[in-house]
Nanobody, 117 residues
Framework: QVRLVESGGGLVQAGGSLRLSCAAS????????????MSWYRQAPGNQRELVGS???????TYADSVKGRFAISRDNNKNTVYLQMNSVKVEDTAVYYC???????WGQGTQVTVSS
């Protein structure tokens, strides 16, 4: 079964930057990571989990309006890894960030991002 492991979370000041990583393993023999759409979600305390953005097999990205122009999703298919580059972060970006592979219904364990004012 697919395993997704996020890393890179931490404490950052407002206006700063952070890069999250999500490494995938356990894909079935013959499966190629590059064909899978990957998504980032986040969940702040007391809020529902919300979609941050996605990247598809050809590298096309989509973003929530709240992060558009500040966050960027990329992927390195040779490393089975997807990234979330967070720039100009705001206090309201504080949340647990999750990696998600929709076609496998697989979630990572999440990584905490805390933005201080």
């Amino acid at each position: 079964q697919v395993r997704l492991v996020e890393s890179g979370g931490g404490l950052v000041q407002a206006g700063g930057s952070l890069r999250l990583s999500c490494a995938a393993s356990g894909l079935a023999f013959g499966s190629i990571f590059s064909i899978y759409t990957m998504s980032w979600y986040r969940q702040a305390p007391g809020n529902q989990r919300e979609l941050v953005g996605s990247i598809n097999s050809v590298g096309t990205t989509t973003y929530a309006d709240s992060v558009k122009g500040r966050f960027a999703i990329s992927r390195d298919n040779n490393k089975n890894t997807v990234y979330l580059q967070m720039n100009s972060v705001k206090v309201e970006d504080t949340a647990v960030y999750y990696c998600y592979m929709p076609s496998k219904l697989s979630w990572g364990q999440g990584t905490q991002v805390t933005v201080s004012s």
